[in-house]
């Protein structure tokens, strides 16, 4: 996923740690004791998950590298919206590489996402964050006239005819002197550390008339669907349709379209009025707090559920997904000493130990001929095709859910 880098200016806030040992390091946490959508002081705990990585892809140096914090939520009681009160410094959460989502779901999503900015007539578009530039290739391969600008600290994209690279960070100091009709933003909103001047920036720097398309996960279907990957240390506030429409009306947008995709994405039409409208909400509080809840209270029984499943199988055990999705069913207390290793389909990871473990990762493909195995598969909205792949391969194994 394409990752908030142009946030470079919190992470002044280091980490003050020794040379070659992080045993002695004192984590400085940034603190947000304030609500992401009110500004009051007055945030209500939810629940902390005491030590979790910070990092949740796939390294080659040792465990004793690895740094852990707590991850403490809290809901404003009156707007609803939880968020992380204290966060990591953005040099410590990014100093690891990050990957984009692969698969088929995520190939899908990219192409129907660029179809859907296709639908909307613009000449000149400039995207934020784009990382090693997949919309921008697809949506340039399926258009001839549009120009395309990829805004990126560090671009993977070596730009060509049609995609342009400038390098810089996106934020309320930004200037370009070229043309823009459009502003474009995929899978980014959601680890904003500052949503409100995230969205003021994109104001500033659009004309009345201009347009943003944006994508965002549907955190509030993941969460409601006991998604592991929904909140997290990069997805920093449950950013939810209600609040994503609260913010850029009160920052001067009109929203034009909103669109559900699938159980994915929620994509965004927005254009930029002469003067904003008054920007109002309802309380969510009740709501979310129960489907936060719900969520904890769910993989606290599930978790339960598969150690004893897991002790009682005669036969290996592996765990899909070297992600956050195994590391948040370890930090509700899955038993690892019963795994024999991970599964995951990236090759960047294969033959690395997951951060935060002592577990390496294959490809599912070292399952084939080894008959009855057992699988714990909890991968949010990729499980259906993961398990027909699991079952091509063997069709032995045995799935944990």
């Known amino acids: 996923m394409n990752r908030l880098m142009y946030m470079h200016s919190i992470s002044k806030l280091v980490l003050e740690r020794g040379k070659n040992n992080l045993k002695d390091f004192s984590m400085k946490y940034i603190d947000r004791k304030k609500s992401v959508i009110t500004g009051k002081d007055n945030l209500e705990q939810l629940y902390t998950f005491k030590d979790f990585p910070v990092f949740f892809g796939c390294v080659d140096h040792g465990s004793e590298k690895d740094i852990r914090a707590d991850m403490s939520w809290a809901i404003c009681p009156e707007s609803g919206v939880i968020q992380l009160d204290k966060l990591i410094p953005l040099d410590v959460l990014y100093q690891e590489q990050h990957v984009d989502g ?6 899908q999503y990219y192409h129907d996402f660029a179809d859907y900015i296709k639908r909307q007539p613009s000449k000149d578009i400039l995207e934020i964050g784009g990382g090693a530039g997949k919309l921008a290739d697809i949506f340039t391969g399926i258009t001839e006239e549009t120009s395309w600008t990829l ?5 993977l994209h070596p730009g060509n005819d049609r995609v342009k690279i400038t390098r810089s960070f996106f934020d309320e100091n930004f200037k370009y002197e070229g043309a823009v009709d459009t502003v474009v933003f995929s899978q980014v909103m959601e680890h904003a550390y500052d949503p409100n001047q995230f969205a003021e920036s994109i104001a500033k720097f659009l004309k009345p008339g201009q347009k943003l398309i944006c994508a965002y996960p549907n955190l509030k279907l993941w969460l409601e669907n006991k998604y592991t990957n929904a909140i997290n240390f990069e997805h920093t506030m449950f950013l939810t349709d209600y609040f994503v429409d609260y913010l850029f009306v009160k920052h001067g947008f009109v929203i034009k379209d909103k669109h559900f995709y699938k159980d994915h994405s929620v994509f965004y039409v927005a254009e ?3 003067q904003a409208a008054t920007a109002t909400f309802e309380n969510q509080y009740v709501e979310y707090k129960k489907i936060f809840n719900d969520f904890i209270q769910y993989h606290q029984d599930i978790v339960k559920n598969l150690n004893e499943k897991i002790s009682s199988f005669d036969g290996e055990v592996y765990v899909f997904g070297a992600h956050i999705f195994a590391q948040y069913l370890f930090a509700f207390g899955l038993d690892q000493t019963k795994i024999v290793s ?8 294969k033959e690395k130990r997951l951060y935060g473990t002592n577990l390496l ?3 599912p493909e070292i399952l084939k001929g080894k008959g009855k195995v057992g699988v714990v598969l909890k991968v949010g909205i990729y499980r259906d095709e993961i398990l027909e792949q699991l079952k091509k391969i063997n069709p032995e194994i045995v799935i944990f859910e």
């Open 102 to 107: 692969t698969g088929p779901t995520w190939e």
């Open 151 to 155: 805004v990126e600290p560090n671009p």
């Open 272 to 274: 930029k009025l002469e």
């Open 342 to 349: 991970l599964l995951d389909n990236s090759g960047l990871k």
């Open 361 to 363: 990762v294959h490809g």
